[in-house]
C-alpha cells in the first residue's frame, strides 16, 4: 500500500500537526442569566450548572471567565412578572436593572464583548417575541419597540445587539436607529436562522420565557425547512448584519455550513440549552463522558463553518484549557 492515512495519526504530536479543525476560547460567548438584586445565585433546574446570577455576582462571573481566556459574553434578563406589560415598556427603561448592569459591567470590564438580546418576549406578559393582538404577532408595530430596546442597549456601551425576535426588517430598523443615534460602531449579530424548535425549553425555565398562548410557529422558521435560511441570510445582509446565526447548532450543522457557503460574514451558531440539558443529563447517569462529548460537539459546530458559538459550556471549556 503507498498510502497508509493511519500513519497521520501515529501520535499525538503528529494528529495535532494535521488536525484541520481547532475550537479556541476567541470562539466563544457564553450566554449569561441575570437577575434583580444582590447576592443571588439560583441554578437552572433543566440546566444543571449553569445559575441565575444578581449584578454583584455576575461581575465576579465575568471576571473568573476574562481569566479563563472567555472574552465574550451574551447577557439576557430574567424579568419578574410585575415588570411585564403588553408593550415591553421596561425593555427600554435606562433605569431599568437590566440597562443599569450592563453599564456596570463595560465600566468594569471595558475589555469583554458584551452582547444583548432584542426581543420582547423577556418583557411581554404575553410571552411572545412581538406585540399580540387578537391573538397575532403585530410585525411593524414591533419593530419601534425593538429600535427602542436596541438604543437603549446601546447607550450602556455594549458591542453587540443581538436580535433573536425574527420579525421582518428588523435588521434595517435597528441599524437605521443605531445610526441615526450615532451607534455606528454597535454591531448586529442577527439571529437569521432561528427555528421553531423544541430544544428551547431548558431556556425558556432560566428566563420565564415562554408563552402564555398559542406558539412561536408563525415567525420562527419551520424545522423542516433549508432554502429558506437563504431568504432570510439575503435579508439580513441587504439590511446591514455583521454576523448571521444559526439557532439551534447541532439539529441544524447543514444549515450552518449553507450559510458558511453563501455568505463572507462571519457565521455564529447558538449551541442551546436543550442541548446542554442532553449532555448534561447523559453525563449525570455516567452513560457519556462530559468533557469528551462537550469538546466533539463544539468541534462539530466549528467544523460545520461556525466562526462563533454560543455555548453554556463556554466556562467548562476554558477550565479544561487551564
Given at each position: 500500500?503507498?498510502?497508509?492515512?493511519?500513519?497521520?495519526?501515529?501520535?499525538?504530536?503528529?494528529?495535532a500537526?494535521?488536525?484541520?479543525?481547532?475550537?479556541?476560547?476567541?470562539?466563544?460567548?457564553?450566554?449569561?442569566?441575570l437577575?434583580?438584586?444582590?447576592?443571588?445565585?439560583i441554578?437552572?433546574?433543566?440546566?444543571?450548572?449553569i445559575?441565575?446570577?444578581?449584578?454583584?455576582?455576575?461581575?465576579?462571573?465575568?471576571?473568573?471567565?476574562?481569566?479563563?481566556?472567555?472574552?465574550?459574553?451574551?447577557?439576557?434578563?430574567v424579568?419578574?412578572?410585575?415588570y411585564?406589560?403588553?408593550?415591553?415598556?421596561r425593555?427600554?427603561?435606562?433605569?431599568?436593572?437590566?440597562?443599569?448592569t450592563?453599564?456596570?459591567?463595560?465600566?468594569?470590564?471595558?475589555?469583554?464583548?458584551?452582547m444583548?438580546?432584542?426581543?420582547?418576549?423577556?418583557?411581554?406578559?404575553?410571552?411572545h417575541d412581538?406585540?399580540?393582538?387578537?391573538?397575532?404577532?403585530l410585525?411593524?408595530?414591533?419593530?419601534?419597540?425593538?429600535?427602542?430596546?436596541?438604543?437603549?442597549?446601546a447607550?450602556t456601551?455594549?458591542?453587540?445587539i443581538?436580535?433573536?425576535?425574527?420579525?421582518d426588517?428588523?435588521?434595517?430598523?435597528?441599524r437605521?436607529v443605531?445610526?441615526?443615534?450615532?451607534?455606528?460602531?454597535?454591531?448586529?449579530?442577527?439571529?437569521?436562522?432561528?427555528?421553531?424548535?423544541?430544544?428551547?425549553?431548558?431556556?425558556?425555565?432560566a428566563l420565564?420565557?415562554?408563552?402564555?398562548?398559542?406558539?412561536?410557529?408563525?415567525?420562527?422558521?419551520d424545522?423542516?425547512?433549508?432554502?429558506?435560511a437563504?431568504?432570510?441570510a439575503?435579508?439580513?445582509?441587504?439590511?446591514?448584519?455583521?454576523?448571521?446565526?444559526?439557532?439551534p447548532?447541532?439539529a441544524?450543522?447543514?444549515?450552518?455550513?449553507l450559510l458558511?457557503?453563501?455568505?463572507?460574514?462571519?457565521?455564529?451558531?447558538?449551541?442551546?440549552?436543550?442541548?446542554?440539558?442532553?449532555?448534561?443529563?447523559?453525563?449525570?447517569?455516567?452513560?457519556?463522558?462530559?468533557?469528551?462529548?462537550?469538546?466533539?460537539?463544539?468541534?462539530?459546530?466549528?467544523?460545520?463553518?461556525?466562526?462563533i458559538?454560543?455555548?453554556?459550556?463556554?466556562?467548562?471549556?476554558?477550565?479544561?484549557?487551564?
Open positions: 500500500m503507498q498510502r497508509r492515512p493511519r500513519r497521520n495519526r501515529k501520535s499525538a504530536a503528529v494528529r500537526m494535521v488536525r484541520e479543525t481547532q475550537v479556541t476560547c476567541d470562539d466563544l460567548i457564553f450566554p449569561l442569566f437577575l434583580e438584586g444582590k447576592n443571588k445565585k441554578e437552572v433546574a433543566s440546566m444543571p450548572g445559575y441565575r446570577l444578581s449584578t454583584d455576582l455576575m461581575l465576579r462571573e465575568i471576571e473568573a471567565c476574562l481569566k479563563l481566556g472567555i472574552q465574550s459574553f451574551d447577557v439576557f434578563p424579568v419578574e412578572e410585575s411585564k406589560d403588553k408593550l415591553a415598556t425593555s427600554y427603561d435606562p433605569a431599568f436593572f437590566y440597562q443599569k450592563l453599564r456596570m459591567i463595560k465600566q468594569e470590564f471595558p475589555e469583554a464583548c458584551i444583548t438580546d432584542v426581543a420582547l418576549d423577556p418583557y411581554n406578559s404575553d410571552g412581538g406585540i399580540v393582538k387578537d391573538g397575532k404577532i410585525n411593524d408595530e414591533t419593530l419601534e419597540v425593538l429600535g427602542r430596546m436596541a438604543l437603549a442597549q447607550e456601551g455594549i458591542d453587540i443581538g436580535p433573536s425576535d425574527m420579525m426588517g428588523r435588521v434595517a430598523h435597528i437605521d443605531l445610526d441615526d443615534n450615532g451607534f455606528t460602531d454597535v454591531s448586529i449579530m442577527s439571529y437569521t436562522a432561528k427555528y421553531a424548535s423544541a430544544f428551547y425549553g431548558p431556556f425558556r425555565d420565564d420565557s415562554a408563552p402564555k398562548a398559542g406558539d412561536k410557529k408563525t415567525y420562527q422558521m424545522p423542516a425547512n433549508r432554502t429558506e437563504l431568504t432570510e439575503d435579508l439580513d445582509v441587504d439590511e446591514g448584519a455583521d454576523f448571521l446565526m444559526v439557532k447548532a447541532l441544524y450543522l447543514d444549515v450552518i455550513r458558511k457557503d453563501h455568505y463572507s460574514l462571519p457565521i455564529a451558531a447558538y449551541n442551546v440549552s436543550g442541548e446542554y440539558a442532553m449532555i448534561s443529563a447523559a453525563a449525570q447517569n455516567g452513560w457519556l463522558d462530559r468533557r469528551a462529548v462537550m469538546e466533539e460537539t463544539l468541534l462539530s459546530i466549528k467544523r460545520a463553518g461556525a466562526d458559538i454560543l455555548t453554556y459550556f463556554a466556562k467548562e471549556f476554558g477550565e479544561a484549557r487551564k
